[in-house]
């Protein structure tokens, strides 16, 4: 079975706050089993557009990924992090 990755790279645009994004998202991230592979750390952009910090994430399958993200846990997690950063967000099969 194939896993599901959340590809998140974000801008935080209030520093001050932005951790709150954080203790609210723990809840989703640990009823779905995340587990992050890449949270922020050295980076090199060589092509294209990049932001201040990247995030890998890696679930039991796509179908959690997905579940995971749209759950409500995360929702009201998400809207603290809209409300201080900027993200792009993909959620991808892989293996």
């Given at each position: 079975?194939?896993?599901?990755?959340?590809?998140?790279?974000?801008?935080?645009?209030?520093?001050?706050?932005?951790?709150?994004?954080?203790?609210?998202?723990?809840?989703?991230?640990?009823?779905?089993?995340?587990?992050?592979?890449?949270?922020?750390?050295?980076?090199?952009?060589?092509e294209g557009?990049?932001?201040?910090?990247?995030v890998v994430?890696?679930?039991?399958?796509?179908?959690?990924?997905?579940?995971?993200?749209?759950?409500?846990?995360?929702?009201?997690?998400?809207?603290?992090?809209?409300?201080?950063?900027?993200?792009?967000f993909l959620?991808?099969?892989?293996?």
């Open positions: 079975m194939s896993k599901g990755y959340w590809v998140v790279r974000v801008s935080v645009k209030n520093a001050e706050n932005y951790p709150d994004y954080l203790a609210a998202a723990k809840q989703a991230f640990e009823k779905y089993g995340a587990r992050f592979l890449v949270r922020g750390g050295q980076y090199r952009d060589p557009r990049s932001r201040d910090r990247n994430v890696e679930f039991r399958d796509f179908q959690t990924a997905v579940a995971c993200y749209d759950s409500p846990e995360y929702q009201a997690a998400r809207a603290i992090r809209m409300a201080n950063a900027d993200a792009d959620i991808i099969e892989g293996t």
